[in-house]
DNA sequence: CGCTCGTTTGACTTTCCTCAAATTGCGTGG
DNA sequence: CCACGCAATTTGAGGAAAGTCAAACGAGCG
């Protein structure tokens, strides 16, 4: 494999506070790999074998129930660690990955966590800041599911897509990834059909614009006051 | 104030993997407080002076919505931490913690966090442990507020409370302290209404009985059945 | 050019919330 | 010890939000 470059991966968040000379060694046994679109970085109920920093793509992390329904648990942006089960006391990946484009991370064995953590303090401390913020995200999550309606929820869902992979365009920003209405509804807790009528609803009013598997937000203003529940209704 | 009983505290799972010297050193920088019921032990958005122990009570951890709504993120058990902002990267509280009952707790000055994180791995590994756990935790409640109905949540809701707090009396499983239906409403999204009506039922079939402030479970196997939606609908 | 899959839309149903009103349990002060 | 009053609870009626299902449409790929 080529070597990687140093410059993309310096200045993340995960690293921190390494010396170069740390951070060489870090990446050093790493593995650099491809995902193509649509296919799994990891599966539910695995056996954790690595975890994983994207640097290109997007992925996304999707929990299922039992009876087979799925829910997204968040989408991974390049910078982000993944799969990092062992922070979290498992050895098995607790959710569902899945390439949403054609995705390149590295990979190391998880059996190195362990040695990372001790061996190089700072990154260990900044993978558990990691792990403490999605604690708050999920308690987000939970406030919102627990207080908000469908609408809210939605608006809320394609905010912070926007602020995660949003790209200008002339019409508006483009969520830039292929994301379907059942995607966004797996989202937020609803129905490809609610979310649907939603978009459609804002479509007229110029809020969004749709397409195939394509969202473009238009005025992330208003948006931001349906999601907080400001917005006067119809 | 009196000198603390140890065997209350060595064998709890924070403390697992410390010598008794170093627990000693830990615990003797703590000073152990009473809180009265229903007074606050921190407050959301308050500066984060100090984490917390519980040794006996319970706790309740509330978030308030900006318009006023309030959504328990969970109940906190004797041998449980509480208020481990730092641990989360935080400065502040994230939330409201309620003693539910006269509680007994240690604190320790939250500036004394990275020292000990640092000094004892085995507490710090321990404590990350339970951030950990506690996303998991949030996890499955966001997907059970996205795929589930009210009905089962409740269900959910009070098997969880049974496991944590449950106290064996002769007519049932009581849930050992003061518990309102709009509390459970506030741990499940619902309202109390909709408890009530949910609680009324199930006393009727005797899988439950209701009293003021007061659940006893009857009949855990059929609250069981109702949360896992294997129940037949009447 | 046709087929597949995502999307839209309508009609209908269900679940759950909202609000009002009555009722009950329990602690407190007379 | 009892009555009062507060707060929690119950219950009903009505309505709103969102889910279900069916059907048709349309975009993009091979």
Same mark, same amino acid.
Do not use: W
């Given at each position: 494999m080529g070597?990687? =470059?140093?410059?993309?991966?310096? $200045?993340?968040?995960?690293?921190?506070? &390494? +010396?170069?000379?740390?951070? =060489?060694?870090? !990446? $050093?046994?790493?593995?650099? &790999?491809?995902?193509?679109?649509? /296919?799994?970085?990891? @599966? /539910?109920?695995?056996?954790?074998? +690595?975890?994983?920093?994207?640097?290109?793509? *997007? %992925?996304?992390? !999707?929990?299922?129930?039992? =009876?087979?329904? @799925?829910?997204? %648990?968040?989408?991974?942006?390049?910078?982000? &660690?993944?799969?990092?089960? *062992?922070?979290?006391?498992?050895?098995?990946?607790?959710?569902n990955a899945m390439a949403a484009v054609d995705c390149v991370a590295l990979a190391w064995p998880s059996r190195l966590w362990p040695a990372f953590a001790?061996?190089?303090?700072?990154?260990?401390?900044?993978?558990?800041? %990691? %792990?403490?913020?999605?604690?708050? @995200?999920?308690?987000?999550? !939970?406030? @919102?599911?627990a207080t908000e309606q469908v609408e809210q929820r939605v608006a809320h869902a394609l905010l912070k897509l926007v602020n995660q992979a949003g790209k200008k365009t002339e019409e508006g920003i483009l969520i830039d990834f292929p994301i379907t209405r059942q995607n966004i509804a797996e989202m937020t807790g609803t129905t490809l059909f609610t979310v649907s009528r939603l978009l459609s609803a804002w479509e007229d009013l110029n809020f969004v614009k749709g397409g195939r598997q394509k969202v473009t937000v238009v005025a992330p203003h208003q948006l931001l006051l349906i999601a907080e529940g400001r917005a006067r209704k119809s």
């Open positions: 070597s990687l =470059d140093p410059s993309l991966i310096s $200045g993340l968040p995960v690293f921190e506070g &390494l +010396s170069p000379t740390d951070l =060489d060694r870090i !990446v $050093g046994q790493a593995r650099s &790999l491809r995902i193509a679109r649509d /296919q799994p970085v990891f @599966e /539910q109920e695995q056996e954790a074998h +690595s975890f994983f920093l994207l640097l290109d793509g *997007h %992925v996304r992390v !999707v929990k299922s129930t039992p =009876d087979g329904q @799925e829910v997204t %648990v968040r989408y991974i942006s390049p910078g982000e &660690l993944m799969g990092i089960a *062992h922070a979290l006391g498992r050895t098995t990946y607790p959710a001790a061996d190089y303090p700072s990154f260990g401390a900044n993978t558990y800041k %990691v %792990v403490g913020s999605r604690l708050q @995200e999920a308690h987000s999550r !939970v406030i @919102e599911l």
